[in-house]
């Protein structure tokens, strides 16, 4: 006899798979940094990887299984079939084509959007159940395109949007306070500028200046002209700082990847585990804020086992809400000019 049968004695069946099970689909950079953050966090303890090319999916596949003892005995699994995605609870999508040069912004999405074409209606023919976590750039309307491929209800498509926007905007006002980032509460809600190349987007990420605050002291009780032109300190310099960190880190490295991968496990770990807390992440506006378009901006969601189950009533300035009018306007205007 066999000597894993002299040795075990079976009592009952396997189940088949786990009901935190991940999918990542794309293995680049940022694909690759989502899986090791989840899978060294402990968000997940069974991830398949998928994409198009088969060589790079085994390599990466093989170099993580070999960090198993590592990694709580997680299981990783990798194919071009996507049916090694099925039954997954979360499906993070970094796929998606690069601008190439002289490309349109609108080109590069219509590109994405017949790339998620392939991808989207796959993932949710085995997994009916998932909830879908977009990455990809632009992130707003590719998060649009994924919840019309997929026929989900919206509350189960989600974009990365804003989270990493907010973590790098509270990293940085914590520098300039000198304490610990997460003891510096502060939010930016709207359009996540992706850095091709195009001028700086400043216009489109809203930091929501009235709330920033530390142990509920609002920095604008202290002066109430911070974050505008007025204020002599500059924290405006912050919020830029927000979108030109992201073009600095590409000027040097190439691309980013491990802030998105830590930000994309936390909002896996709030689904998973159904903690019911908040994030910043790309939702469908309509219905808040005076917005009524099929878009999706950043908000403050509560993140469970549902997907979006709320989303925080924020009291915004006129200014603000105008800002996030213009980001749906515009949002609006690509998708229209969209092939689904
Ligand atoms: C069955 O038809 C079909 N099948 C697969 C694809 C497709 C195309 C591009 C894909 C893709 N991106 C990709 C692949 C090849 C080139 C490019 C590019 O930047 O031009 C981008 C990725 C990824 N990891 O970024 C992952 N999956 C893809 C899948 C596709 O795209 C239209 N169509």
Known sequence: KRLSVQLLSPVTERVPRSDSKVTVVGVGQVGMACAFSLLS?????????????????????????????????????????????????ICIVTAGARQKEGESRLELVQRNTDIFRAIIPQLVRHSPDTILLVVSNPVDVLTYVAWKLSGLPHHRVIGSGTNLDSSRFRFLLSQRLGLAPTSVHGWIIGEHG??????????????????????????????????????????????????????????????????????????????????HDVSAVSTLVRGHHGLDGEVFLSLPCILGGGGVEQIVRLRLTEEETDRLRQSAGTMAKVQEGLRL
Not at 58 to 67: A, I, S, V, W
Not at 212 to 226: E, K, Q, S, W
């Open 194 to 275: 992706d850095t091709s190349g195009e001028d700086e987007c400043h216009t489109l990420v809203v930091p929501v200046w009235s709330g920033v605050n530390v142990a509920g002291v609002r920095l604008r009780d202290i002066d109430p002209d911070i974050g505008s032109a007025a204020d002599h300190e500059k924290w405006s310099e912050v919020h830029h700082q927000v979108v030109s960190s992201a073009y600095e880190i590409i000027r040097l490295k190439g691309y980013t990847s491990w802030a998105i991968g830590l930000s994309v496990s936390a909002l896996c770990q709030s689904i998973i585990r159904n903690s």
């Open 41 to 89: 966090q402990n968000v997940t303890s069974d991830l398949a990887l998928v994409d198009m090319v088969e060589d790079k999916l085994k390599g990466e596949m093989m170099d993580l299984q070999h960090g198993s003892t590592f990694l709580k005995n997680a299981t990783v699994t990798a194919s071009t079939d996507y049916a090694a995605t099925a039954g997954s609870r």
